[in-house]
T-cell receptor, first 115, second 109 residues
Framework: ETGVTQTPRHLVMGMTNKKSLKCEQHLGHNAMYWYKQSAKKPLELMFVYNFKEQTENNSVPSRFSPECPNSSHLFLHLHTLQPEDSALYLC??????????????FGPGTRLLVL | GQNIDQPTEMTATEGAIVQINCTYQTSGFNGLFWYQQHAGEAPTFLSYNVLDGLEEKGRFSSFLSRSKGYSYLLLKELQMKDSASYLCAVRDGDYKLSFGAGTTVTVRA
């Protein structure tokens, strides 16, 4: 248990569906991250929020829409996804964006399958 | 772009030692992390190096050479529960992490 929870753990959706992934951290952190992990590929950073403000959008398609209502919660809204979007979506948090020894703590991920 | 290389797979015997190498070429360097990820679970933090040398934490040690763009994670007295994927990640600025594809370690009895 890392203090970062994600729901749902598994999700199957059609290309015309709309769904949302939820992340919650119980660590008192101020920065939150969305990553995509595809099989045999490096983790790809998607979005970064610091004190609820989005500070990074790593050229992510608009069919992925993040939302950060407060420092403890992060959502990823999904619509009209493609089969190649099937992957493990990981949420992470850290105390702040900066700092020399800033460590990111990860949630267990949502395994997404787009049919 | 960032380039982080590590072997895809390694196999070792219970009780043995395994060394996972990681080489990197990044636009900046502000520390190197190792994470462990069991199948279907969250990556968990193992170690952090920002200065050259060896950091030891129980059965796990991590080494860094900044001039060579090289790190390794050393796992000693391997146990079955050490079977997992090990991720090397470099922080190239104040917060962004660039990850390698991970090394899957299989420990055999």
């Amino acid at each position: 248990e890392t203090g970062v929870t994600q729901t749902p753990r598994h999700l199957v959706m059609g290309m015309t569906n709309k769904k949302s992934l939820k992340c919650e951290q119980h660590l008192g952190h101020n920065a939150m991250y969305w990553y995509k992990q595809s099989a045999k590929k490096p983790l790809e950073l998607m979005f970064v929020y610091n004190f609820k403000e989005q500070t990074e959008n790593n050229s992510v398609p608009s069919r992925f829409s993040p939302e950060c209502p407060n420092s403890s919660h992060l959502f990823l809204h999904l619509h009209t996804l493609q089969p190649e979007d099937s992957a493990l979506y990981l949420c992470a948090s850290s105390h702040d964006r900066g700092g020399t020894q800033e460590t990111q703590y990860f949630g267990p991920g949502t395994r997404l399958l787009v049919l | 772009g960032q380039n982080i290389d590590q072997p895809t797979e390694m196999t070792a015997t219970e009780g043995a030692i395994v060394q996972i190498n990681c080489t990197y070429q990044t636009s900046g360097f502000n520390g190197l992390f190792w994470y462990q990820q069991h199948a279907g679970e969250a990556p968990t933090f193992l170690s952090y190096n920002v200065l050259d040398g060896l950091e030891e934490k129980g059965r796990f040690s991590s080494f860094l050479s900044r001039s060579k763009g090289y790190s390794y994670l050393l796992l000693k007295e391997l146990q079955m529960k050490d079977s997992a994927s090990y991720l090397c990640a470099v922080r190239d600025g104040d917060y962004k992490l660039s990850f390698g594809a991970g090394t899957t370690v299989t420990v055999r009895a």
